[in-house]
T-cell receptor, first 115, second 113 residues
Framework: AQSVTQPDIHITVSEGASLELRCNYS??????LFWYVQSPGQGLQLLLK??????LVQGIKGFEAEFKRSQSSFNLRKPSVHWSDAAEYFC?????????????FGAGTRLAVHP | NAGVTQTPKFRVLKTGQSMTLLCAQD?????MYWYRQDPGMGLRLIHY???????AKGEVPDGYNVSRLKKQNFLLGLESAAPSQTSVYFC????????????FGSGTQLSVL
């Protein structure tokens, strides 16, 4: 069955340090992949998405993600983290089932940023 | 623009009570979704709609019903609330496909005692 796994539940980094959040997927075909961010008390906001083409995609707020088919991964990166990046991050994949496409989320990674 | 608006923002129910969560979007989106968010489980799809008058089951539909009588509104109903339905509920919408950008509401915190 198709699934999305985020191995890290919590990550803490210092402000200014680099960041990598991991995401692995299980999917037979070429997946549509996403990263969403959720600030405290808010709904989710799309950071970036991958459908096809260049495997390195740029998103908002200085984030990027790289699709690696051989590793079934879509890891999110940022070279220098800001205190405002503290939030929960969700990887997601589109699931095609019964003729409809549905977005399936991973369990999320909560990011804390130390000053 | 208002985007996606959910009401209410907070609610406490007793076991067995019923309630309806309202989601309204002003972006003329075709697709609408209801998710629940529980700690350590991410967001799970309850029901969704691909257009006015249509609904379909998601991953965790049991105990919930939905209606999409108007394109801009998507209602989530709990007929007989259970403690297992304590969660944060999010509504979302997208223009025509879920692999386009989803727009989320700010959530409804529901506690069932």
């Amino acid at each position: 069955a198709q699934s999305v796994t985020q191995p890290d539940i919590h990550i803490t980094v210092s402000e200014g340090a680099s960041l990598e959040l991991r995401c692995n997927y299980s999917y037979g075909a070429t997946p549509y992949l996403f990263w969403y961010v959720q600030s405290p008390g808010q709904g989710l906001q799309l950071l970036l998405k991958y459908f096809s083409g260049d495997t390195l995609v740029q998103g908002i707020k200085g984030f990027e993600a790289e699709f690696k088919r051989s590793q079934s991964s879509f890891n999110l990166r940022k070279p220098s983290v800001h205190w405002s990046d503290a939030a929960e991050y969700f990887c997601a994949v589109v699931l095609i089932s019964g003729g409809y496409n549905k977005l399936i989320f991973g369990a999320g990674t909560r990011l804390a940023v130390h000053p | 623009n208002a985007g996606v608006t959910q009401t209410p923002k907070f609610r406490v129910l007793k076991t067995g009570q019923s309630m309806t969560l309202l989601c309204a979007q002003d972006m003329n989106h075709e697709y609408m979704y209801w998710y629940r968010q529980d700690p350590g489980m991410g967001l799970r799809l309850i029901h969704y709609s691909v257009g006015e008058g249509t609904t379909a089951k998601g991953e965790v539909p049991d105990g919930y019903n939905v209606s999409r009588l108007k394109k801009q509104n998507f209602l989530l109903g709990l007929e007989s609330a259970a403690p297992s339905q304590t969660s944060v509920y999010f509504c979302a919408s997208s223009y025509d496909r879920p692999y386009e950008k989803l727009f989320f509401g700010s959530g409804t915190q529901l506690s069932v005692l």
